[in-house]
């Protein structure tokens, strides 16, 4: 792949939240973890775990944490992508917070960006109430969801989202 080719590659996604239910592979899943593993992480601690669900009663309890987004409950699987904080804290002590915030945020991207590398469409989700994710997949207490991930087969939007110029994040050599 070159550098055009990915542009075009990241250019093609879009977040979909219209999905048609078909299940995914086990192949697909087994794939979007591996390319996950590969993300970088503070220290190589790689402070994140994953719960997939694709249990169709659990996705409609998610989709309810998740403020009702029906593409929750639609979706075949959803990867609830969380920080571990015991794997970086007891390292980094305080400062593991944050890195275990990040490990799992770059790990999720790599999820999203594996599932479009195999056609299939996603949407990741940060609107949901923390409490009730972790009393529907009984987390540990050191264990704190960040992204609901839907993946499946479903309908982009028409046309992809607009973004800012990127000047207007761009700091040259200072703000
Ligand atoms: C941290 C974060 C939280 C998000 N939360 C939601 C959400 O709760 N519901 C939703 O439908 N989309 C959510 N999204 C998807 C964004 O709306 C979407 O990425 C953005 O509008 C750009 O569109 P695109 O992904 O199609 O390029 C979230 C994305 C991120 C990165």
Not at 37 to 55: K, L, M, Q
Not at 125 to 144: C, V
Request: contains cysteine.
């Amino acid at each position: 792949m070159n550098s055009s080719d990915l542009l075009r590659f990241l250019k093609a996604r879009s977040s979909v939240r219209d999905y048609s239910g078909e299940p995914l592979d086990p192949e697909d899943i087994d794939y979007i973890l591996v390319c996950a593993s590969t993300a970088p992480s503070a220290g190589n601690r790689e402070a994140w775990d994953v719960v997939i669900v694709t249990d169709e009663d659990a996705r409609i309890e998610l989709a309810l944490a998740a403020l009702e987004q029906v593409h929750i409950r639609e979706a075949p699987a959803v990867f609830v992508v969380c920080a571990n904080y015991i794997r970086s804290m007891s390292h980094y002590g305080e400062r593991g917070i944050l890195y275990a915030l990040e490990d799992a945020t770059i790990a999720c991207t790599y999820m999203m960006l594996a599932a479009h590398a195999r056609n299939l469409h996603s949407c990741w989700t940060g609107a949901f109430n923390e409490n009730d994710i972790r009393e529907i997949l009984h987390l540990p207490e050191h264990i704190r969801p960040v992204a609901l991930l839907a993946v499946g087969r479903g309908t982009p939007p028409l046309k992809p989202v607009e973004r800012m110029p990127v000047e207007e994040h761009a700091h040259r050599e200072n703000w």
